[in-house]
């Protein structure tokens, strides 16, 4: 079983790059979800989708699209990098009628 | 709105002895519970979790955590800390509302000394 699957698992950019991190489940979850995880300030909610075609903002969205075209994929994007966007991420999926999270393994991302 | 505070970001114990990395919620419903750990360059996994059944769960590797309404917390312990353990540990909190998002607390990095 291949659960939740990231890549890249590392990515560099340079300030004002735009890049797409990609999360792709095959677990029929309805629930996606993307996290960023920074020292000391465990997980932030970015953007979560509860179904193909339906989106919203988590804690901190800014400086990240997201869009959920089929149920299996829910891509990251950073519009125009910016350091304070170096973090890992992680993305999320669950069942609809569950509650617990199955996480990616994570990318990490510096932003020079 | 939901919130969680991990107390104390750091724990070191020796092996075999107790571990108790503290946790406490807060929730306007009844919550949802859940330990996840965190191993090196790994994403979360599910320790264990907390659904309104048993108070006292148990989870993989030894782990159980007690859920405790009057104290607002679900502490975790392990009655003989092992080498393997020394990871980072999250506790998080979900509800029926809200789309079940989960907010996770800051995170307890366990260091296991010989």
């Known amino acids: 079983n291949a659960g939740v699957t990231q890549t890249p698992k590392f990515q560099v950019l340079k300030t004002g790059q735009s890049m797409t991190l990609q999360c792709a489940q095959d677990?029929?979850?309805?629930?996606m979800s993307w996290y960023r995880q920074d020292p000391g300030m465990g997980l932030r909610l970015i953007h979560y989708?509860?179904?193909?075609?339906?989106?919203d903002q988590g804690e901190v969205p800014n400086g990240y699209n997201v869009s959920r075209s089929t149920t299996e994929d829910f891509p990251l994007r950073l519009l125009s990098a910016a350091p304070s966007q170096t973090s890992v991420y992680f993305c999320?999926?669950?069942?609809?009628?569950?509650?617990?999270?199955?996480f990616g393994s994570g990318t990490q991302l510096s932003v020079l | 709105a939901q919130s969680v505070t991990q107390l104390g970001s750091h724990v070191s114990v020796s092996e075999g002895a107790l571990v108790l990395l503290r946790c406490n919620y807060s929730?306007?419903?009844?919550?949802?519970l859940f330990w996840y750990v965190q191993y090196p360059n790994q994403g979360l996994q599910l320790l264990l979790k907390?659904?309104?059944?048993?108070?006292l769960v148990k989870g993989i590797n030894g782990f159980e955590a007690e859920f405790k309404k009057s104290e607002t917390s679900f502490h975790l312990t392990k009655p003989s800390a092992h080498m393997s353990d020394a990871a980072e540990y999250f506790c998080?909190?979900?509800?029926?509302?809200?789309?079940?998002?989960?907010?996770f607390g800051d995170g307890t990095t366990l260091t296991v000394k010989p």
């Open positions: 907390y659904t309104s059944a048993a108070t």
């Open positions: 929730s306007s419903v009844p919550p949802y």
């Open positions: 998080a909190v979900s509800d029926s509302t809200n789309a079940g998002k989960s907010t």
């Open positions: 989708s509860v179904g193909a075609g339906i989106t």
């Open positions: 999320a999926s669950r069942a609809g009628g569950n509650i617990q999270l199955f």
């Open positions: 677990m029929n979850h309805e629930y």
